[in-house]
């Protein structure tokens, strides 16, 4: 009997692996698919750039940045939103009650001024205190929105949203770099395309970068193996799983870190879940949701720039914590909206990614501990076969090496991440060693993040401790 | 004596059977990773391949860019920065190419996008009459001393659909011109951007009957950037004292309603008064968007013998029409709709409509101010803050919050 089911686990596992492989093999074509289109698109970006400066058609865009207890990069940070090369934006600061000198640094560098405001609350969002404007021309498209603390990003989000003037908004980090043309290559899709409702731009890490007056002038990969580790998920995540869905139109996630939304439809779709520690991928599939309830059809794309640079956890604690809870969102979001899986009327999402999403992210952290646990069981009965677990080893880890190239090779496509090729280099590298240091953790924290959820355990937002990126002398 | 037994394609053949035969004899799942193992080691043998020819040719192409615009920069600077037009002559002298053989391609797309940064860089510089005038045409001798010209033909007769794409966007930057044989086999081009961009280069360019293809219509296909290029064409054609066609003809036999509402709001930016005056048959338009653009263009043209009209569509509109109406009434400035604003002000049920009669009312000169100081005593304390936001939103940011509320009654 043990025998039997062992067999039938072993095939399980197998199939499982194997259609694991499969997609990410449909994914990388697609993806490819995807960067053949956006090359294949406006060329002459002078000519492109300057239609949209002269045009009274441009759409605007709010730039919308929750705050909680940044004020060590919050006025650099503030300055590269506001120093975009776009004719039509506006920068709208949430502080969602921060404990520490957010706002009166703010106040002090941007020379605020608290202004009535008549807030009017088209999405529910904790209570709004203030509205401050500045008193200098040069940063006359600020706004900064004073509220109580809301625990999640989303409150904070909803809140920015209900102040937020144009049709358009791109949803960020008050911890990002945006690069100075990021609306720019945010809105390419809008206007080449009909009925897009969300871009997402690719995002990465700061660590290792140089930043002068808010701006990345030197793109490096760091030395500390972390955020080398993040930056290779970062880059799978956009360009190989985002880029491949958006061929199809399929995405179920824009990144919080950096995306552009239709402010009607979000605001339609009920705003971010208040709740949500997931917000991110919760609003985009409230959106979808939205429009296929409506029957009215839509796009949401990803794009190959790198438009925002975030500082990543700079130690193991922080990862853990933000790992913990991206798994404890992705349970949350699921639980939400399960009933949209294998629904025509949700199209590509309800067909397609949901229940991809499900088996191959979801369940994954689940069956690989399940797995781990039956080669322990398997080593102490003496059940194991070496030559073929060394194999199945080889493919999996040879596999994933390749995957890592395959994006590293897109992101230098694209003139990505990085400014020297040893930055490539470094990269790879870390790829070899992911495996073995980063992945587990990150099953780790999944399933810890799992738990608190089913568990009940209370979810706070948390701190999270900047160093500030390397400012250039 | 040689005798060889063993060649090095024998080396290679029992290597090949040995790596095909490996696990040959193990169950089905060890194959299949060994098959997916050894797909996947030649697939990263290859993607490196890539990776360093692509860096290779990038190196070069850097390289060779960098060079180029060392010597080439400052000079092509000159003759964009002449005072006068120039000639071949006094673009040779200013120039000094060195007599080389013929360039390969991607010297040439070198040096166009050289040309197209150093172009933007000064255009910016320089006034409008300055450009017209003197830049454009130095910027065609440029070209066409350079060669890059029969390049540009070149690739748009036979190049990809991103490279004909590239050069028909530098074109009509340059506004440069095109063999009529060239571009008559991309007027029905399969590839919508590339027909779109080929169709509004021929407004710009043609004498012969530049609108037909506005006539023929947009197959469904139109988007924003469209609207962006035919405004920025028909702005082109009036600046070079180039006659444009009424407009509303054309709003009438389109299909699709978001070209319908663009050439409604361009009516507003080209057309004579009558034309601005017909715009009133859209007034009553089931379609909110061009009920939309209607009003917004007799704002934008500050058209006085259509407000009365604009106040009395007023009332039928939905809450975010009855805004655009109200701008555009404040914009059109007669000084007569203070009793207007000030109803609206009193009677509206919703607060963002109250709102914003209010800051026309604050903006619509003295005697609106007045009013709405006016109205400001008349009303209850808790209310005051309505009236004090008003005043005090900065100019940058009121000017924002106008244009904003245009585009977006257009883009909704």
């Not at chain 2, 440069?176 to 008559?184: F, I, P, Q």
Request: glycine share 6%; with cysteine.
């Amino acid at each position: 009997m043990r025998d039997i089911i062992f067999t039938f686990y072993g095939y399980a596992v197998f199939f499982y692996s194997m259609a694991l492989m499969a997609s990410y093999i449909a994914l990388m074509w697609l993806a490819l698919y995807s960067l053949h289109k956006r090359f294949n698109s406006l060329r002459n970006l002078p000519y492109v750039r300057r239609l949209l400066k002269e045009s009274p058609y441009t759409p605007g865009v709010s730039i919308v940045a929750p705050a909680y207890n940044e004020a060590e990069t919050v006025v650099t940070d503030v300055l590269s939103f506001l120093d975009q090369d776009y004719p039509c934006f506006e920068v709208v600061i949430v502080n969602d009650g921060s404990k520490d000198d957010t706002l009166k640094n703010l106040i002090e560098h941007f020379s605020l001024v608290k202004v009535p405001y008549i807030y009017v609350e088209r999405i529910v969002a904790k209570p709004f205190r203030a509205l401050y404007r500045s008193t200098k021309p040069e940063y006359g498209r600020l706004t900064v929105v004073d509220k109580e603390n809301g625990g999640t990003k989303a409150d904070a989000v909803n809140a920015g949203l209900n102040v937020a003037m144009y049709p358009y908004f791109v949803n960020t980090d008050v911890d990002c770099i945006l690069s100075p043309d990021a609306i720019y290559n945010c809105i390419r899709p809008v206007l080449e395309q009909k009925h897009v409702i969300a871009v997402s731009g690719v995002m990465t890490m700061s660590n290792g970068c140089t930043v002068h007056e808010g701006h990345i002038v030197k793109r490096a990969a760091p030395w500390s193996p972390l955020p080398l580790f993040q930056i290779g998920e970062y880059m799978r995540s956009f360009l190989l799983g985002k880029m491949g869905w958006s061929a199809i139109n399929a995405m179920n996630n824009v990144s919080g870190g950096y995306g552009l939304f239709d402010k009607h439809v979000a605001i339609a779709a009920g705003g971010y879940g208040g709740t949500s520690f997931a917000e991110d991928m919760d609003m985009l599939i409230r959106m979808v949701g939205y429009c296929c309830d409506t029957g009215r059809p839509y796009r949401v794309v990803q794009i190959a720039d790198t438009c925002c640079y975030t500082e990543g956890p700079p130690n193991l604690k922080q990862i853990i914590r933000q790992r913990v809870r991206w798994g404890r969102g992705l349970l949350q979001t699921f639980s939400q909206h399960y009933h949209m899986m294998f629904r025509r009327k949700y199209r590509q999402l309800g067909m397609l990614t949901l229940p991809y999403t499900f088996v191959f992210e979801l369940l994954a952290p689940v069956i690989e501990l399940v797995g781990f646990i039956t080669f322990i069981y398997l080593i102490l009965i003496h059940a194991v076969n070496w030559t073929t677990a060394v194999v199945i080893f080889a493919l999996v880890f040879i596999f994933g090496l390749l995957l890592s190239i395959v994006v590293i090779l897109y992101d230098y496509l694209v003139g990505g991440s990085y400014d020297t090729r040893w930055s490539y280099l470094r990269q790879f590298i870390a790829s070899i060693f992911e495996p073995f240091l980063y992945h587990p953790l990150i099953v780790c924290c999944s399933l810890k993040g799992y738990w608190n959820y089913l568990s009940g355990k209370k979810a706070v937002w948390g701190e999270m401790k900047r160093k500030g990126a390397k400012e250039q002398k | 004596m040689h005798d060889v037994y063993f060649t090095w394609w024998d080396s290679l053949r029992y290597y090949y059977y040995y790596f095909e035969h490996a696990y040959a004899e193990y169950a089905f799942v060890v194959q299949v990773s060994y098959f997916m193992s050894v797909f996947s080691v030649v697939s990263i043998f290859v993607m490196f391949l890539i990776m360093l020819s692509i860096w290779e040719r990038r190196s070069r192409h850097k390289r060779y860019r960098r060079k180029y615009a060392k010597y080439h920069e400052p000079r092509f600077e000159q003759v964009l920065n002449a005072p006068t037009k120039l000639t071949q002559a006094e673009c040779h002298d200013l120039v000094q190419r060195r007599p080389t053989e013929r360039l390969k391609k991607w010297q040439y797309r070198e040096q166009l996008g050289l040309i197209t940064d150093i172009y933007e860089r000064l255009r910016q510089e320089k006034t409008t009459e300055e450009v017209r005038r003197v830049f454009y045409c130095n910027v065609r001798v440029l070209i066409a001393y350079l060669g890059i010209d029969v390049y540009m033909e070149d690739l748009l007769r036979e190049g990809v659909r991103a490279d004909r794409l590239y050069i028909m966007q530098v074109t009509q930057q340059f506004h440069l011109k095109v063999a009529e044989s060239t571009l008559s086999r991309l007027y029905d081009c399969k590839i919508a951007a590339l027909r779109k961009t080929v169709r509004i280069y021929y407004m710009w360019m043609s004498r012969e009957d530049p609108f037909r293809f506005l006539e023929e219509g947009y197959d469904n296909d139109f988007v924003l950037i469209d609207t962006l290029m035919i405004h920025h064409v028909f702005a082109m054609r009036r600046g070079a004292g180039k006659p444009l066609p009424p407009l509303l003809p054309y709003a009438e036999s389109c299909t699709d309603e978001n070209l319908r509402a663009t050439m409604i709001c361009e009516v507003g930016w080209w057309s004579s008064d009558e034309e601005v005056h017909e715009v009133k048959r859209y007034f009553n338009s089931s379609n909110e968007l061009c009920r939309a653009s209607a009003f917004s263009t007799v704002g934008q043209r500050r058209y006085v013998p259509l407000e009365g009209e604009l106040i009395k569509a007023f009332s039928q509109q939905t809450e975010d029409l009855r805004r655009v109406v109200l701008r555009s009434v404040a914009a059109i400035g007669s000084g007569k709709a203070i009793d207007f604003f000030e109803k609206v002000a009193c009677q509206t049920s919703s607060d963002t409509t109250r709102r914003c009669a209010l800051y026309c009312l604050w903006h619509y000169g003295p005697a609106g101010k007045a009013a709405f100081e006016q109205l400001r005593a008349a009303d209850t304390p808790e209310r005051q803050q309505v009236y004090e936001y008003i005043q005090m939103m900065s100019p940058t940011h009121a000017a924002t919050y106008h244009g904003m509320r245009m585009q977006a009654s257009l883009q909704q």
